[in-house]
């Protein structure tokens, strides 16, 4: 992780900035990357949340911080599992409750899997289609997983959310803040193979990660500190046996958005960049959330204090 580290501030350095960064290897930002006593007061903070799947878990307990400093965001941005928990951050629920709701949901198997495919009257047939371009319909997927209670629209939530998508054909991003909140969070998790592609306004839609895994840079208010949340953090094992296909499949898409955000942060970086040390989990750990959550927690109080120093100006 030092090398990472090494590389990541090396490529922000080099644009002559200053950028407060959580290191998953010390856990804390260090005294040369203290936000400038001159920096001008914000009113505010927009909070970016990244995709990497099962690693973006630790995005709760910078959830839970935010509640604790009872300062909310201005706007939120997410990606992928970022969109997916930011929509529900921005949909009511609080960092707690949405830690009980996916510990709940990824602790016990046998009710997760009764939840997906025979509740509401669903079968089997009706989430995976092998006629379709890949197995899952995400939409379905997250209608049935979700608290049922779950804000309809963009327009019901209690946060301005920017949910990031990839147009397939087009080969951009694209930016969902209206319509309506499910199919726009399923097609930023879309991943293709295992979740179908999501047509929204006559647009194939992907997964987010392919443009832009953490979206610090779709804020267009100056008067905001910008925080980005990245969970693209390598993954090391002392394996030496070869991965599997699916294995293989998955870790190139980690390291495609690993690789994505450390050339965006050589170009631009937000205000405060955390990262929570949760790089030695894989991308589809999804039943080690306890654990992730945990590994994650030492981001709480460097978040806390970071942003308060920077909301404050001094």
Same mark, same amino acid.
């Given at each position: ?5 090494e ?8 644009g ?11 856990g804390?930002a ?12 914000k ?10 799947a099962?690693k973006?878990?630790?995005h709760?307990?910078?959830?839970e911080? /935010?509640? $604790? ?6 706007? @939120? +941005?997410?990606? !992928?599992?970022?969109?997916? #928990?930011?929509?529900?951050?921005a ?43 890949a ?10 997983v ?19 998508a ?7 991003q694209? /930016?969902l $803040?209206?319509g309506?909140?499910?199919?726009a @969070? +399923?097609?930023? !998790?879309?991943?293709?193979? #295992?979740l ?9 839609l992907i ?17 905001l ?13 002392s394996?030496?046996t ?7 499949w ?9 690789s ?5 942060l050589?170009?631009?970086q937000?205000?405060?960049l ?10 589809m750990?999804?039943?080690k ?5 945990? +590994?994650?927690?030492?981001?709480k109080e460097?978040?806390?204090?970071e ?6 100006g001094s």
């Open positions: 992780m030092l090398q990472r580290r590389l990541m501030l090396a490529a922000v350095t080099a002559g900035s200053s950028l407060p960064v959580l290191s998953a290897a010390q804390q260090s005294s040369e990357e203290t936000p400038s006593a001159s920096a001008k007061k009113e505010g903070f927009a909070l970016a949340l990244g995709g990497g099962a973006a878990f630790a709760i307990p910078i959830l911080a /935010v509640d $604790e400093l009872g300062v909310m965001p201005k706007e @939120i +941005a997410g990606t !992928s599992m970022g969109a997916i #928990l930011g929509g529900l951050y949909g009511g629920m609080s960092g707690r409750d949405i830690r009980d709701f996916a510990v709940d949901l990824f602790t016990r198997k046998p009710q997760l899997l009764q939840k997906l495919f025979l509740s509401n009257g669903r079968t089997w047939s009706s989430l995976l289609n092998m006629t379709r371009p197995i899952i319909d995400p939409v379905v997927l997250f209608e049935t979700f608290p049922k209670d779950r804000p309809e629209t963009f327009d019901d939530l209690r946060l301005p959310l920017k949910i990031v990839t147009d397939f054909y087009n080969q951009s694209v /930016v $803040e209206q309506r909140l499910l199919p @969070i +399923a097609a930023s !998790s879309a991943l293709p193979m #295992l179908t592609p999501v047509r929204i306004d006559d647009r194939v997964d987010g990660g392919f443009v832009n895994p953490t979206p610090f840079d779709v804020f267009d208010r100056a008067d500190v910008t925080v980005g949340v990245d969970v693209t953090g390598s993954t090391f094992s394996r030496k070869f991965p599997s296909g699916l294995e293989t998955i870790g190139s898409f980690s390291i495609t958005l690993h994505l955000v450390a050339a965006k050589a170009c631009a937000p205000d405060l955390i990262e929570p040390p949760i790089g030695t989990f894989n991308t750990d999804f039943f959330i306890k654990d992730i959550v945990k +590994a994650a927690e030492p981001a460097v978040f806390k204090r942003l308060s120093t920077l909301l404050d």
